[in-house]
């Protein structure tokens, strides 16, 4: 997939093949990183699959926040 373009629709359709495939109904959650395409494909998705919650990973945005910090002088 690596030749792929990631765009959102192109993370729904792979999103999609992984639930039908599985099993939609064994899923309750879809996570990602809040990426533009990733964001957008969680909205297509949940709107698909009403019964998903969509979830922003807490450990992406943990990992972004450490970033900002060791960025400020007195973190040295």
Known sequence: M???S???DFLVTKIKEVLESVGYHKFSAIVGDNSSNMKLAREKI???YS???DIRCIAHAINLI???ILTIEFAD
């Open 2 to 4: 690596s030749n792929e």
């Open 6 to 8: 990631h765009t959102g």
């Open 46 to 48: 949940v709107k698909m």
């Open 51 to 53: 019964h998903l919650l």
């Open 66 to 68: 450490a970033q900002d």
